[in-house]
């Protein structure tokens, strides 16, 4: 036998070997197989059920659903809510009353008996509907006060009356009204005047001078009134104290001296302090509707409070595009204006089937429901009333809702599979 031949012989049972090996392998590898194989499948099978059961419980179970939904309240609130203050009814489950147009006659009546009454937007002050209510003040003759700055003027005797001259103004040269009500006088003497007009002390001057001069003739003029004023706060430009004078004080007239209220005060919510109580005056209707008893007259200490509008809004929430707070202009906002503002309701997450407006006035809740499906319910929702606070939601489409379902479960059926797939996976795997 040559070498080539033996060497030829040696390689093959080389070779013959190796494949012996291979195939001694392969044959472990396919007694192993089906065991791994099972394991896999039974690992999958285990994903795949985990995560079905986890999605049939997020559907089946609504507190899964991630973000709020209004399918809980289709008839009712889904949770007991406040009745009217001072009554003895427990809270209980609010029914949702549908909109309509009798449903919108009765809230706009509503509305305007609310705010006469002075409840509106949950304030406690009286609307100053009739002006009788309002004690006024006596502005036919002022009376004198500590403070005051009179001029008294005797004709024919200059050398009593103090010369005002070019360098003194009126208030320089005149007599001041001392704190305890009193003025002096030359051949009068301290004459008290705090709580006479000024008619009066002139008639008390002549009195008391009538022995030194001959029929006196005398004039008493005020030329600084400063012991009464009324105070205006709040939205106006030029907010402190406003001082009385002889011309009649009304509120329009103290507001017009503050500089005039700003852009963004509540025009319909002017709150009026007058001993110790608080009335609510509307310059809205004064402005819009003439109503002249709103115009109140004002006396010494009068406080006049005009409010912002941040507490007038009304909050959209729920599939709008733009959802928020918006204030109220002129506490004037339906429904079909609020939407609009929040850019109207997502077209692609949004059942315009329900829409919500939830209300909660003095204690009471109150819920309705508006069908906007149809483009022509935009008429009620037009003519449908809004108060300060109120709440609107746009429900969440049902199609929306389970893709936000299965947007949240991907994300863990994904880990879970790729934890199937390592060499220790967490279902059936070996430890």
């Not at 509008?309 to 729920?318: C, D, E, I, P, S």
């Not at 006035?361 to 429901?369: I, P, R, T, V």
Request: hydrophobic share 40%; aromatic share 6%.
């Amino acid at each position: 036998m040559s070498r080539f031949t033996t060497d030829r012989i040696a390689h093959c049972g080389a070779s013959n070997g190796a494949v012996r090996a291979t195939d001694a392998s392969g044959l472990d590898a396919r007694a192993a197989g089906p065991a791994t194989r099972a394991d896999a499948t039974r690992s999958g099978g285990l994903v795949r059920t985990a995560v079905i059961a986890f999605a049939a419980a997020a559907i089946g179970g609504c507190t899964l659903i991630p973000g709020t939904s209004g399918s809980l309240m289709r008839e009712e609130s889904s949770v007991p809510l406040p009745v009217t203050e001072g009554t003895d009814t427990v809270p209980a489950n609010v029914k949702l009353k549908p909109i309509t147009a009798e449903l919108i006659i009765e809230q706009h009546q509503a509305k305007e008996s609310r705010f006469r009454s002075g409840k509106a937007g949950g304030q406690t002050a009286t609307r100053a509907s009739d002006p009788k209510k309002i004690p006024g003040f006596d502005y036919q003759d002022y009376k004198l006060g500590p403070g005051d700055i009179i001029n008294v003027i005797v004709w024919d005797h200059p050398e009593i009356t103090i010369p005002a001259g070019s360098y003194r103004s009126a208030e320089q040269s005149g007599t001041l009204v001392a704190e305890d009500g009193t003025i002096f006088f030359p051949f009068a003497g301290v004459v008290k005047v705090a709580g006479l007009t000024t008619r009066e002390v002139r008639q008390v001057l002549a009195k008391r001078m009538a022995s030194v001069i001959e029929n006196v003739q005398l004039d008493v003029r005020i030329v600084s009134f400063r012991s009464k004023r009324v105070y205006v706060v709040g939205e106006v430009a030029k907010p402190g104290l406003q001082p009385i004078d002889d011309i009649r004080m009304t509120l329009v007239e103290a507001i017009n001296r503050a500089g005039n209220i700003t852009e963004e005060a509540d025009h319909g919510n002017v709150l009026l302090t007058r001993n110790g109580q608080t009335w609510r005056v509307d310059l809205q209707a004064l402005y819009e509707e003439g109503d002249v008893s709103q115009n109140v007259l004002l006396q010494p200490g009068d406080i006049i409070n005009v409010p912002d509008r941040q507490l007038n809004k009304v909050f959209v929430l729920g599939e709008v595009r733009n959802p928020g707070s918006f204030v109220m202009n002129k506490r004037r906002t339906t429904l079909a204006e609020a939407l609009s503002d929040a850019g109207f309701v997502n077209q692609s997450t949004s059942d315009p089937a329900w829409v919500y407006v939830m209300r909660s006035d003095n204690g009471s809740a109150e819920l309705f429901h508006l069908n906007a499906r149809s483009p022509d319910a935009l008429l009620l929702a037009e003519r449908f009333p809004l108060l300060p606070r109120d709440v609107v939601y746009v429900d969440v489409a049902a199609i929306a809702r389970w893709n936000r379902v299965v947007s949240n479960i991907l994300p863990t059926s994904q880990m879970l599979q790729l934890t199937s797939e390592t060499r220790y996976p967490l279902f059936g795997g070996r430890q």
